[in-house]
């Protein structure tokens, strides 16, 4: 089965400092999405970067990039200039093959410290 | 804007006391999801629809079911809401042509459920 994995479970950033939170993958399939999502809490989960699995250019949003690693199966989130309102839940999540599923990570907890 | 609403966004219940939760879109999309989620944990699919035909997951309990009236509405109907179903209930959309790959999924806001 396919698998996300978050191993981070907390992570702490100095409002404007850089944080990179880590995911890895387990997929046999050759075409999919990544994705990064944001909680905090209890308000909305939004999307905040996806990374098309052919494309090897790496996404950027903004203070959000990606580093796709397609060979080691890696897809870290890197946070520029932290803000107070960066803090939340990060889930990653991956399209699961064949199907219109997500396969998401247990999330890393961000706390942005001023 | 185009959306994503649930309504209540927080509902509370009695313990055995069946409710229904509503979702709607105004995305168009042709998948809804419903989503489990408890404090602290990544969201948990209960079943979705693609388009009229419902995919219910293999561990969701026979309490919960759910109905797709038209492409906009969807509703979670609990039967007998039980204590450890209390958690917050996530709607979201998302569209798929195939051949191409799902794309992204589209969150409600949430709905709080409590049971007492």
Sequence with gaps: ?114 | DAMVIQNPRYQVTQFGKPVTLSCSQTLNHNVMYWYQQKSSQAPKLLFHYYDKDFNNEADTPDNFQSRRPNTSFCFLDIRSPGLGDAAMYLCATSVQVPPSVLDTQYFGPGTRLTVL
């Design chain 1, 1 to 114: 089965a396919q698998t996300v994995t978050q191993s981070q479970p907390e992570m702490s950033v100095q409002e404007a400092e850089t944080v990179t939170l880590s995911c890895t993958y387990d997929t046999s399939e050759s075409d999919y999405y990544l994705f990064w999502y944001k909680q905090p809490p209890s308000r909305q989960m939004i999307l905040v970067i996806r990374q098309e699995a052919y494309k090897q250019q790496n996404a950027t949003e903004n203070r959000f990039s990606v580093n796709f690693q397609k060979a080691a199966k890696s897809f870290s989130l890197k946070i520029s200039d932290s803000q107070l309102g960066d803090a939340a839940m990060y889930f990653c999540a991956a399209t699961q093959g064949g199907s219109e599923k997500l396969v998401f990570g247990k999330g890393t907890k961000l706390t942005v410290n001023p």
